[in-house]
C-alpha cells in the first residue's frame, strides 16, 4: 500500500473542498483533495448560479476571481411575480449596497481546479473506495484506490466536503442529531439556448406551480419548473416545457424568448441539518453537513461561508496551537446555517404550490403582498438574499 502525509485531507472537490484547498494553500497549509468523479464530470455538474456578496469578495479576494469579475453579471434586484404581476425587490438598496453576481458553479469549480493544478498542487480525480478513521485521535486517515492502487493518506485532520451522499457524515453518524424535512415537489430545470428573457431574476408564484427565470450569460437562459419529485422527463418534450414556462410567467406587454435545450433535470426538495459539523478531527462542510431546496439560492454559499470559516480556524491552530477556534467551528457555522434553513424554506413555501388547500394559498398571497409592499419585509427578503457577511470564528 502506498502512504502519503499530508496536513490536512480534503474529501470531495465540489465547490466546498475546492474552495478549502485553495484558502488553506493561500496560508501555507497543504492539502490532498479526493473526488470519486472525473474532473470533466465536475466541471459540468450544472447546479447553482447566484453568488452573494460575501461569496464574490471571498472569491475576489483570494485571487480567483478574474474570469467572475469579467464574465459574471452583477445584479442589484429581483423580482417575485403573483396574480399576474411582477414586483422588483431592489436588493442593493435595501441591502446597504451589497449585491449579488450571476456565475454558475461550473465556472466557479473550473476556476478553482485551475488554480490548484496550475500551482502543482494534489487533487485526485475518480478515487474510489474512499474511507475515514483515526479521527477521534491523533492519527486520522483516509484509505482509497486510485488507479488501481491501494493507498493510505495521513493527515492531521479530515474535511468531510464530500456532499450529501458522500462518505464523511456516515462515519460520525451516531454522534450526530439530524434534523429533517422534505418536499412534495421538485423542480424541472433547463439550460436553454435563448437570450434571458428579463434582465433580472423572477421568482413567480402560480396556480399551475412555481417557475423561476435565471440566467447564465447574454445567450444562455437557466429556467426551472416545479414539477412532482418523481417527474418523468419523457413526458416533458420541449414544447410543454416552454408552454408550462409561458403560462406561469406571463405578463401583460412581455415575452418570454424560446431556444434549443442544451440541458435538462430534475431536482429534489429538502432541508437537512447534521449537527455538530465536527467530531474528534473530522470537520464538514457544505452539502456534507446540510442540505436547502434551492428557492433561497444558498446551497453554493453556504457551503463557501463553511470553510471560510474552518480555513481560518485551522490556520490559527497551525500557527498558535489554539484549539478553541477549532471547537467553535459547528457552533460559528450553524448560525448562518439555520438562517439560510429558515429562509429557504420561507421562500420555499411562500412561492410554489403546497396543497390544494384554499387555507395555504390565501397565506402564501398574503406574504406575497406583504414582500412587494412594506419596506420592512421586502429589506428582510433582501438581507437574507444577499447574504449576511462572513462571520469568523469567535
Ligand atoms: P458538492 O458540490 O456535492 O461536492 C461534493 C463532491 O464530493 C462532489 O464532487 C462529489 O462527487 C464528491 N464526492 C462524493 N462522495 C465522495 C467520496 N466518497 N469520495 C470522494 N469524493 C466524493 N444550489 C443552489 O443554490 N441553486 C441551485 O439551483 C442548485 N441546484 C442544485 C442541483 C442539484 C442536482 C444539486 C445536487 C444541488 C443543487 N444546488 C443548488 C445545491 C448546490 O449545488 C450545493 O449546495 C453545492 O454544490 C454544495 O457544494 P459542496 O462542495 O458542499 O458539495
Ligand atoms: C438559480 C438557482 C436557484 O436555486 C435560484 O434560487 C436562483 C437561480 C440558477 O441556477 O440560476
Not at 180 to 188: G, K, N, T, V
Not at 303 to 327: C, F, K, N, S
Request: glycine share 10%; charged share 25%; hydrophobic share 40%.
Amino acid at each position: 500500500m502506498k502512504r502519503l502525509r499530508t496536513q490536512v485531507g480534503i474529501v470531495g472537490a465540489g465547490p466546498a473542498g475546492l474552495t478549502l484547498a485553495h484558502l488553506l494553500d493561500r496560508v501555507g497549509i497543504e492539502s490532498v483533495v479526493l473526488e470519486d468523479r472525473s474532473r470533466d464530470y465536475v466541471e459540468h455538474r450544472i447546479r447553482a448560479g447566484v453568488l452573494e456578496h460575501g461569496t464574490v469578495e471571498l472569491l475576489r479576494e483570494s485571487g480567483v476571481g478574474e474570469r467572475m469579475d469579467s464574465e459574471g453579471i452583477l445584479h442589484h434586484g429581483i423580482s417575485v411575480q403573483f396574480e399576474g404581476e411582477r414586483h422588483r425587490i431592489a436588493l442593493t438598496d435595501l441591502a446597504g449596497g451589497r449585491s449579488i453576481v450571476i456565475y454558475g458553479q461550473t465556472e466557479v469549480v473550473k476556476d478553482l481546479i485551475g488554480a490548484r493544478l496550475e500551482r502543482g498542487l494534489p487533487l485526485l480525480f475518480e478515487v474510489d473506495g474512499v474511507s475515514v478513521r483515526g479521527f477521534d485521535g491523533d492519527e486520522p486517515a483516509i484509505a482509497f484506490r486510485h488507479e488501481g492502487e491501494e493507498q493510505e493518506l495521513r493527515c492531521d485532520v479530515i474535511a468531510g466536503c464530500d456532499g450529501f451522499h458522500g462518505v464523511c457524515r456516515p462515519a460520525i453518524a451516531p454522534v450526530l442529531r439530524t434534523f429533517e424535512r422534505e418536499y412534495p415537489f421538485a423542480w424541472l430545470g433547463i439550460l436553454a439556448e435563448a437570450p434571458p428573457s428579463s434582465d433580472e431574476l423572477v421568482y413567480a408564484h402560480h396556480e399551475r406551480g412555481f417557475a423561476l427565470l435565471s440566467l447564465r450569460s447574454p445567450h444562455l437562459s437557466r429556467l426551472y419548473l416545479q414539477c412532482r419529485p418523481d417527474e418523468n422527463l419523457d413526458g416533458w418534450p420541449e414544447d410543454r416545457i416552454w408552454d408550462e414556462l409561458r403560462t406561469r410567467t406571463a405578463l401583460d406587454g412581455w415575452s418570454l424568448n424560446t431556444g434549443p435545450i442544451l440541458e435538462q433535470g430534475v431536482t429534489g426538495m429538502r432541508s437537512f441539518v447534521a449537527e455538530p459539523m465536527q467530531h474528534g478531527r473530522l470537520f464538514l462542510a457544505g452539502d456534507a453537513a446540510h442540505i436547502v431546496p434551492p428557492t433561497g439560492a444558498k446551497g453554493l454559499n453556504l457551503a463557501i461561508a463553511d470553510v471560510a470559516v474552518l480555513a481560518q480556524v485551522l490556520d490559527r491552530w497551525y500557527r498558535t496551537g489554539d484549539e478553541g477556534g477549532l471547537a467553535s467551528y459547528s457552533e460559528t457555522c450553524l448560525r448562518r446555517v439555520w438562517r439560510a434553513e429558515h429562509f429557504s424554506y420561507w421562500m420555499t413555501t411562500m412561492l410554489h404550490r403546497i396543497s390544494d388547500d384554499p387555507f395555504d394559498l390565501k397565506l402564501q398571497l398574503s406574504q406575497l403582498r406583504w414582500v412587494t409592499t412594506s419596506q420592512a419585509a421586502a429589506t428582510s427578503l433582501a438581507e437574507n438574499y444577499v447574504g449576511q457577511p462572513f462571520e469568523l470564528a469567535s
